[in-house]
């Protein structure tokens, strides 16, 4: 289908609509694949994207210590063994600049740009049932009619921030997922950051040492493991290039898409065998001791509780202080039942005379004011700089802000609102030829390495749609019985775990009045695989095409 040009009067007057066969808002590690398979399979596409260049969740997240907590060498394309090999990284979790020019490599060699719209706000997503085919429009006038549409959003993209006075604040006020891309001058600043999640750690341990006076504004300790960074010269990266084959067959099998796997079983090990596994991942310097020590860490109490007291012993060792091992060291619930970050030096961070801690968990924030921040006891915290760590609206928050309606002119917001269902989230009952990744459902952020599971997720999508073509369907929909059985599903597996009894934004915890549920699949990233191999293999089962 070539591009056409129609006149369309709305409400903002009159503007040529363009054509296509599919529309990809987002142009980060999804977006630009899933650009790459449609337009390899000859769909004519046009990817939107808000920023300015590609790299999504990296181009935005430009904080201070940005940087992967996967192994750089895992978190790539494994479609093309020339792409892979054409990059080096300079260690093994690189920061953001280097990850930012990775993607921009990616867009240069699979040239597409030419395809990318960038500096535009998808608006709103309307099904035209007479047409059977989405109009879309965008903050920039654009008025788009298209077959498909496919989000490639980001799970954690939507920042979510609620403290009101926020406007009247005369300092300078940053949301760490909206970072400026010019320099931010810390030196001899009064500096708040709120969170300390895996973002706000990152965060407080780089600029600790740069500022004037940092306050840390604390609700929830986390569990932590310390990251150890290896810079990569020409043999390593030629070590880890070959293994590429290895690789492309390994990492969408295991339970989490790393290159590690849950390879021991608690109750087959003595206590000094399980404690010498433990202190072998937590040495590994990765995230092998929260996804590949023993699986019974996400189900069984006992097991998560020792776990969890290891990591707590190994806090103590370094904080030392009582009045810091409370502040910091997590109780109330088990390791591995959030985001477990990897961090360097995070903890001796507060050993500074600079940094202050403010627990603001039986103290909550009131507001931001003109000067600073003032808590629930009337206290005002004097502050030249504010950083939001807040966290996200996960997984929904994306396409809850954009205006999408589908059969009938029902609203995915207002569904969400009240129950967060997709079919294995790729699709929406409701919304013909709307196809999803990074949302609630499928394996995501939680507990995959998220270049492994968006892969598949657009691989999937782009084979669904040219065995549409070839069978000559127009629309492809997800049965209500379809979705319902994979909601069941999800939620069998799920609510067996236990992050379903911790409050996080793994359930949306973390957002007033969000509807509760895993928004991650829980039952692994392979297992996962193989059920949309098997939906495929049976001519789309659950999913209705006409």
């Not at 929904?396 to 205006?403: C, P, V």
């Amino acid at each position: 289908m070539t591009e056409a040009a129609t006149k369309s009067n709305g409400s903002n007057g009159a503007h040529a609509t363009a054509k296509f066969d599919a529309v990809v808002v987002g142009a980060g590690v999804a977006g630009l694949y899933q650009l790459y398979r449609l337009r390899e399979q000859g769909l004519n596409v046009r990817a939107i994207d808000a920023a300015s260049g590609v790299g999504g969740t990296w181009y935005w997240n430009r904080y201070p210590g940005a940087r992967f907590d996967s192994e750089s060498y895992i978190y790539q394309y494994l479609f093309s063994e020339e792409l892979y090999k054409g990059w080096s990284w300079s260690e093994k979790f690189p920061g953001q600049p280097e990850i930012e020019r990775w993607l921009n490599y990616v867009a240069d060699r699979l040239d597409l740009r030419k395809d990318i719209q960038f500096g535009t706000v998808v608006k709103s997503a309307h099904f035209n049932e007479a047409t059977q085919r989405w109009l879309v429009t965008t903050d920039q006038g654009d008025v788009i009619d298209t077959q498909f549409l496919v989000t490639c959003c980001g799970m954690l993209s939507a920042p979510h921030v609620s403290f009101p006075g926020q406007e009247t604040f005369e300092g300078q006020l940053f949301h760490t997922a909206r970072w400026p891309k010019q320099p931010v001058d810390f030196a001899g600043k009064r500096v708040g950051v709120i969170g300390n999640g895996a973002t706000g750690i990152q965060v407080i341990q780089t600029i600790a040492g740069e500022v004037g006076h940092l306050k840390v504004f604390i609700r929830t300790p986390q569990y932590i493991i310390p990251m150890k960074n290896p810079k990569y010269g020409a043999a390593e990266a030629e070590s880890y290039k070959s293994k590429f084959k290895r690789f492309a067959e390994r990492l969408p099998h295991t339970f989490t898409g790393f290159e590690y796997d849950f390879e021991h079983s608690w109750a087959g090990l003595t206590r000094e065998q399980r404690h010498e596994v433990i202190e072998d991942c937590w040495n590994d310097g990765s995230l092998k001791l929260w996804i590949s020590s023993f699986a019974e860490l996400f189900f069984e109490e006992d097991v998560n509780a020792e776990i969890s007291e290891f990591v707590r012993e190994k806090m103590r060792e370094r904080l030392k202080d009582p009045k810091l091992c409370e502040q910091l060291i997590p109780s109330g619930y088990g390791f591995g039942t959030h985001r477990v970050p990897l961090e360097q030096n995070f903890l001796e961070a507060f050993h500074r005379p600079n940094v202050e801690i403010v627990g603001v968990k039986n103290n909550p924030i009131d507001c931001v004011t003109p000067t600073g921040i003032k808590t629930a006891d009337g206290t005002l915290h004097d502050l030249d700089i504010i950083i939001l760590a807040t966290g996200f609206d996960a997984g929904t928050g994306a396409l809850t802000r954009i205006d999408i309606r589908g059969r009938g002119g029902r609203s995915l917001k207002d569904d969400w609102s009240k129950d967060i269902r997709t079919t294995m989230g790729l699709q929406v009952h409701g919304y013909p030829n709307l196809f999803t990744t990074a949302v609630p459902l499928a394996p995501s952020a939680a507990l995959c390495n998220m270049t492994t599971c968006l892969q598949q997720q657009v691989e999937w999508i782009d084979d669904c749609i040219a065995y549409m073509r070839r069978k000559s369907f127009k629309v492809v929909e997800p049965t209500k019985e379809a979705e319902d059985g994979w909601v069941v599903h999800h939620d069998e597996i799920a609510n067996a775990t236990l992050i379903a009894k911790t409050h996080s934004w793994y359930l949306g915890s973390n957002v007033e009045g969000k509807p509760r549920r895993v928004l991650s699949y829980c039952g692994g990233v392979g297992a996962y695989r193989q059920k949309c191999d098997e939906v495929a293999a049976n001519d789309y089962q659950g999913f209705a095409m006409h």
